[in-house]
């Protein structure tokens, strides 16, 4: 029987990276620009690369929602988003939605109504409210369409009750949604 020609005598072929593919984001308001790498997904630019470490790695299979952002005012799980996919959008963090410095109203009714335990979820289940609230701004909404709007989030440590009386009080409160942070303008010639 023949056998088969050794492998270690040919040579390995070398494989070539590709080169990093310059991004635009717009993030909170702010103009950035990354080189990153094809594969590059938008949670690890926002976390390694810009250190906006607000919006949290959890399962990095879009299973969790802990690594919700918004983009163009929409919710996406950013860790099966690649960065080079959103060239030019507008990006929207948890780091970007106080005001002036001044909790979000959704924050400070999270804060006053226990809407956290360990807090890991919470900026994913922040950016998912806010962004059902945008769309929907029903002040008299049923605590189902409240559950319904962070079905895609999961807390382990059950602190749903809490995150319903959140938005909850947040709704009263302001008597209406929250109105969106006002869009930060982009410099000239942005877009």
């Known amino acids: 029987m023949a056998t088969p020609p050794s ?114 979820c919470t900026p994913g289940f922040l950016m998912a409210i806010h962004a059902f609230l945008q769309d929907d701004p029903d002040p008299n909404m049923s605590d189902d369409a409240i559950r319904e709007a962070i079905s895609g989030n999961l807390c382990r440590c059950t602190g749903y009750q809490g995150i319903v009386a959140a938005v909850r009080h947040m709704l009263a409160q302001t008597n209406a949604a929250p109105v969106a942070q006002a869009e930060p303008s982009l410099p000239i010639g942005g877009e």
């Open 7 to 120: 492998r270690s005598r040919s040579r390995p072929e070398t494989l070539s990276v590709p080169p990093a593919i310059l991004v635009t984001l717009y993030v909170n308001g702010e103009q950035r620009k990354l080189a990153v790498s094809p594969w590059t997904t938008l949670l690890d630019a926002l976390r390694d690369r810009l250190q906006l470490t607000g919006t949290k790695k959890g399962c990095d299979h879009g299973q969790c929602g802990a690594c919700t952002v918004l983009i163009e005012g929409r919710r996406v799980n950013s860790c099966l988003t690649l960065a080079v996919m959103k060239d030019g959008a507008k990006v929207t963090t948890i780091e970007g939605l106080a005001i002036d410095g001044s909790l979000h109203p959704l924050q400070q009714a999270f804060h006053d109504h226990h809407g956290l335990q360990c807090g890991f």
